[in-house]
């Protein structure tokens, strides 16, 4: 079993709609979480940090559920723009810091 | 100028050949990184350097060194190019738990 498990997708949704992703992680020692946005051929981006609390910036919203070992990432109101390949990443204390990231997950937004 | 500058943007070697690919940052961090991505596998870590003092194998390490000449720079050589090492490859650096900032990437091909 991979330690960072996303959904590969696609994705099709139309402009305007909510869509989730999930990444599911085995470690129970992962530490902290993070959500990036990669255009093809192009960098990574991070695009928010996911907080025990959740958090929320503008149509984005990421949340963690430490229980079930998942985060996701809500779009609400999808734009044209925000099609791309989402990726999830967890950092786990193994005595340093290690980083796994998802393979991702590609969302295409239609007109 | 970026954050995280790599070069070459693309580059095309032939088998056998040593290559060198350049990485610098602007960010003042300690930790750096060198991640190949390949279409369906994701981003794998090559190698990894939390001072310039410090050096670390990744989980796809073989066939490729490192050398970390400052803070700001680190570079990733492929001593003899296979065309198995065609891939995307980024540089990145990393304040600490804070999330990963990536060079535009360098496309390599090895005929």
């Known amino acids: 079993r991979k330690e960072v498990e996303q959904d590969p997708g696609p994705f099709n949704v139309p402009e305007g709609a909510t869509v989730a992703f999930n990444c599911t992680y085995s470690n129970s020692a992962s530490q902290s979480f993070f959500w990036y946005r990669q255009d093809c051929r192009k960098e990574p981006k991070l695009l928010m940090s996911?907080?025990?609390s959740g958090n929320e910036d503008g149509r984005f919203t990421a949340q963690l559920n430490r229980a079930s070992q998942y985060i996701s990432l809500l779009i609400r109101d999808s734009k044209l723009s925000d099609s791309a390949t989402y990726l999830c990443?967890?950092?786990?204390?193994?005595?340093?810091?290690?980083?796994?990231f998802g393979a991702g997950t590609r969302l295409f937004v239609k007109a | 100028d970026a954050d995280v500058t790599q070069t070459p943007r693309n580059r095309i070697t032939k088998t056998g050949k040593r290559i060198m690919l350049e990485c610098s940052q602007t960010k003042g961090h300690d930790r750096m990184y060198w991640y190949r991505q390949d279409p369906g596998l994701g981003l794998r870590l090559i190698y990894y350097s939390f001072d310039v003092k410090d050096i670390n194998k990744g989980e796809i390490s073989d066939g490729y060194s490192v050398s970390r000449q400052a803070q700001a720079k680190f570079s990733l050589s492929l001593e003899s190019a296979i065309p198995n090492q065609t891939a995307l490859y980024f540089c990145?650096?990393?304040?600490?738990?804070?999330?990963?900032?990536f060079g535009s990437g360098t496309r390599l091909t090895v005929v």
């Open positions: 996911v907080y025990s």
């Open positions: 990443a967890v950092n786990i204390n193994t005595g340093g810091f290690k980083t796994i």
């Open positions: 990145a650096t990393e304040g600490y738990n804070y999330g990963y900032t």
